[in-house]
C-alpha cells in the first residue's frame, strides 16, 4: 500500500506540487474583499437613508411651519367674521351711524376686537396643533394621525401681534367722518389691521423650523344700505312714544300687533302673563322687568329676568327687538286741516282763513268769513265753474268737513248700503251730513231748516286712482264722539273716515263696524269694510262712557277704530277721566305719546290686520318715515386681503 502511494506521489510534476493551496487562498481574498465591498455599500446606504431622513423631516417641519402660517392669518379673518356676526346677531341690523365693530373708548372701534382675537389666537396655537395627512386638522390630542403627521405651534421666541391700524367708513353721501363718530350712514367700512406671527413646525422626530411673517390685513364689512318707507301710524297695534324705563309697568294680557315704543317696556311681576302675537320692538337698549314687593326693578337687555326665584318671562311669538331706531312723530294736525280743502293734506303751513274763506261754504252757501269764525260747519263746494257759470247742484271740491270751534259728533249708519250719516252739534245748531258714496252725492242740513244737495263726495286724491275717504276736521275740542246707540253698528262698510280735533276727543258710547275685520281669535276675517281713525296732536282722547250700565249691568265700550294721541314734544295719551269701564274692547291699534290710565277692569285690544298690508289705513291718519337700520351678514358680506411684508426663516436659532 505504501509503495503504490509513494509511486503515485513520484508521478506528479514539481511545479504543480509547488502550486498546491493557491485556489483557497484566492477564494480566501475574494470573499475578504467581497465581505469588504458589502460593508461599505452598507455603510454608504445607511448614511443616505439618514440623509434623506433627515431631509424629508426637515421640509416637513418648513411645509408644517408655512402651512401653519397659513392657518394662523386666515383664523385671523374668521375671527373677525365672527366678529361682525356676534355684534349684528348674524344677519342682524346695526343702528344707523354705527360701525360693525363696537367702540372700545378711547381707542377706535376695532381696536377692543384685536386684543381679543389676538388672545384667542394664543390660546388656540400655544400647544401643538396637529395637520393631519388627509387635509383636515385638530388638536393633537383628538385628531386622528395620518400619513403625515407633522404639527405647528406659536413660536414662544416670536409672540404674535395683531393691532388695528386705521378704519375708514365709506359709501355714503357726503363726509362720513370716522368709524367712532360715522355720519350719512355709510355702507362700507374697511378696517386695516398690521400682524406679526412666528410659528415653529415640528416634524416626526426632533427637526424643526421656525418661520416669522409679517404684514398687513384688510377687513372690509360691506353693510346692506338703510331704506326709508313712509308708514302709518296705523300699521302699529300700540305705539307708545314716551316710555322711560322703571316708570311704570306695561299692563299685563295679550296684545297684538306690531308693538313699539321709542324708550323701554317694562314688564309686571303679574299672574297674568304677557303674550304679543307680533314684533315687539324698542328704542331702548334695556327692558324693565318690575319684581315688586320692594324688590325694585331690573334693567337687563334681555327678553326675561329671574330674581330670588321669580321669573318674569313674556311671551314674544316674533321676537323682541332692542336698541332699534326712534321713529320720528309728526309734528302737527295741519295735514288733516288742509286735506278737507284738496283731499291731499300735503300743503306745508297753517291753513289760513283766507284759504278756507276760497274753498268751503256753510249750508246756506255763504263762505267762511275772511277774518275768522267761532263756530260753524262747512264744506269743500263750488257753486260756479271756472268760466263764471253757475253749477246747480253745487260740486263737492276737497276731501272732508271742516267744523269751526267744538262740537259734538254723532256716527249714523245712512238709509242706503252706501250712506254715511255725521250729525255734528254746537249749542243750539245741529247740522246733519250724509256722504252717499254709491249715489255720488253729499247732502247737508241744519235744523234751521236750511239744507244743500252737492254732487260728489269727499274724496282720497292720495290714492291713485282717487277713492272716497273724508277728513272730519274739527278746530276745537270733540265734546262727544260717539254712535247710534250701545252695541250698535255705526259705521257703514263705505264710509272711510279719520276724524281729528285741534284739542281733546271725548268718547262717550261705542263707535262700532257694520262688518267687523277681525274675529276674537284675532283673525282677519273681512278685507272690506269702513275704517276709521280718531287722532288728535294737541291733547288726550278721553273715555266718557254716557251710555249707562248694559242689561248685564256692566259699563262697556267699544271702539272701532286706530286711535291717535301724537305729536313731537307731546304728552296726549288714551284716558278715562270719568265712569270706571268694567270692559274695553278697541278693534284697531293705540298711538300714544304716553301711556295713562283707562280705568277699565278687563280691555281687549284686537288690531286690525287690514291695516297690516298694502298700507291700508285710515285716510290722512298721521304717518311717518321709518328708516330701517343697515344690515351687516358676514360672512358673505365680509372680504379680506393680505399683504405680506417680511417672511424670514429663523430655523438658525433651533
Not at 283766507?354 to 262747512?378: D, E, H, M, Q
Request: some cysteine.
Amino acid at each position: 500500500m505504501s509503495k503504490n502511494v509513494s509511486t503515485i506521489s513520484k508521478s506528479v510534476p514539481r511545479r504543480l506540487r509547488r502550486e498546491r493551496g493557491v485556489a483557497l487562498i484566492t477564494a480566501l481574498v475574494l470573499l475578504l474583499l467581497l465581505s469588504g465591498l458589502i460593508v461599505a455599500m452598507v455603510f454608504s446606504l445607511r448614511s443616505d437613508l439618514l440623509m434623506n431622513g433627515y431631509y424629508r423631516n426637515f421640509r416637513g417641519s418648513f411645509y408644517a411651519a408655512d402651512s401653519g402660517l397659513n392657518i394662523v392669518r386666515e383664523d385671523l379673518n374668521n375671527k373677525l367674521a365672527a366678529a361682525v356676526v356676534a355684534v349684528t346677531g348674524g344677519g342682524g341690523t346695526l343702528a344707523l351711524n354705527t360701525a360693525p365693530f363696537p367702540v372700545h373708548s378711547p381707542q377706535q372701534p376695532g381696536d377692543g376686537d384685536a386684543v381679543v382675537i389676538q388672545g384667542q389666537i394664543v390660546s388656540a396655537y400655544t400647544s401643538s396643533y396637529t395637520l393631519a395627512g388627509t387635509g383636515a386638522s385638530g388638536n393633537l390630542s383628538s385628531t386622528a394621525v395620518s400619513s403625515w403627521p407633522e404639527s405647528f405651534k406659536l413660536d414662544p421666541n416670536n409672540p404674535p401681534t395683531f393691532v388695528m391700524v386705521s378704519c375708514t367708513p365709506s359709501g355714503a353721501t357726503g363726509a362720513p367722518g370716522n368709524c367712532v363718530t360715522p355720519a350719512n350712514n355709510p355702507t362700507i367700512y374697511t378696517y386695516v389691521y398690521k400682524y406679526t406671527v412666528g410659528v415653529v413646525g415640528s416634524a416626526q422626530n426632533t427637526e424643526q423650523t421656525a418661520l416669522a411673517d409679517e404684514g398687513t390685513l384688510t377687513f372690509k364689512v360691506v353693510l346692506t344700505p338703510n331704506s326709508s318707507t313712509k308708514t302709518s301710524f296705523a300699521a302699529w297695534g300700540m305705539f307708545i312714544d314716551q316710555f322711560p324705563i322703571c316708570s311704570g309697568d306695561l299692563v299685563p294680557g295679550t296684545i297684538s300687533g306690531p308693538v313699539f315704543t321709542n324708550g323701554s317696556w317694562t314688564f309686571a311681576n303679574s299672574s297674568t302673563k304677557y303674550l304679543f302675537t307680533d314684533s315687539v320692538g324698542q328704542a331702548g337698549s334695556q327692558a324693565g322687568f318690575d319684581f315688586g314687593g320692594g324688590t325694585g326693578c331690573d334693567q337687563q337687555n334681555a327678553a326675561s329676568d329671574t330674581k330670588s326665584g321669580t321669573t318674569i318671562a313674556p311671551t314674544f311669538n316674533q321676537g323682541f327687538n332692542r336698541s332699534q331706531n326712534t321713529v320720528p312723530l309728526p309734528t302737527d294736525s295741519l295735514n288733516q286741516e288742509q286735506a278737507v280743502l284738496d283731499g291731499l293734506g300735503t300743503a306745508s303751513g297753517s291753513v289760513t282763513a283766507s284759504a278756507l274763506n276760497a274753498s268751503v261754504k256753510n249750508v246756506s252757501g255763504t263762505p267762511y268769513p275772511s277774518g275768522g269764525a267761532a263756530s260753524g260747519v262747512y264744506l269743500p263746494y263750488k257753486t260756479v265753474d271756472s268760466l263764471g257759470h253757475a253749477l246747480n247742484p253745487p260740486q263737492f271740491s276737497g276731501g272732508g268737513i271742516y267744523v269751526e270751534g267744538a262740537a259734538s259728533v254723532q256716527l249714523k249708519l245712512g238709509s242706503t248700503a252706501t250712506a254715511q250719516t255725521y250729525v255734528i252739534t254746537q249749542g243750539s245748531t245741529v247740522t246733519t251730513i250724509t256722504v252717499d258714496t254709491g249715489a255720488g252725492t253729499t247732502v247737508m242740513s241744519d235744523n234751521a231748516g236750511h239744507s244743500q244737495t252737492i254732487t260728489g263726495v269727499p274724496m282720497n286724491n292720495n290714492n291713485s286712482p282717487a277713492t272716497p275717504g273724508t277728513s272730519l276736521y274739527v278746530n276745537g275740542n270733540v265734546t262727544s264722539l260717539n254712535g247710534a246707540g250701545p252695541g250698535v253698528a255705526s259705521i257703514q262698510d263705505s264710509t272711510a273716515l279719520t276724524i281729528t280735533a285741534n284739542g281733546t276727543v271725548s268718547i262717550t258710547g261705542d263707535l262700532i263696524y257694520k262688518t267687523e275685520p277681525v274675529n276674537s281669535s284675532d283673525q282677519l276675517v273681512s278685507s272690506s269694510g269702513g275704517v276709521l281713525g280718531i287722532f288728535t296732536a294737541s291733547g288726550d282722547i278721553l273715555l266718557n262712557d254716557l251710555q249707562g250700565k248694559n242689561s248685564s249691568g256692566k259699563y262697556n265700550m267699544e271702539i272701532d277704530a286706530s286711535i291717535a294721541t301724537l305729536a313731537q314734544g307731546g304728552t296726549g295719551g288714551l284716558v278715562n277721566n270719568a265712569q270706571a269701564l268694567d270692559y274695553l274692547k278697541i278693534v284697531g291699534g293705540r298711538i300714544q305719546n304716553s301711556i295713562k290710565s283707562i280705568n277699565t277692569t278687563q280691555r281687549d285690544v284686537f288690531f286690525d290686520r287690514r291695516f297690516g298690508t298694502n298700507g291700508f289705513a285710515p285716510p290722512f291718519f298721521p304717518s311717518t318715515t321709518v328708516t330701517s337700520a343697515p344690515t351687516a351678514d358676514a360672512p358673505n358680506s365680509t372680504s379680506v386681503a393680505f399683504t405680506r411684508t417680511k417672511w424670514v426663516n429663523r430655523s438658525t436659532t433651533y
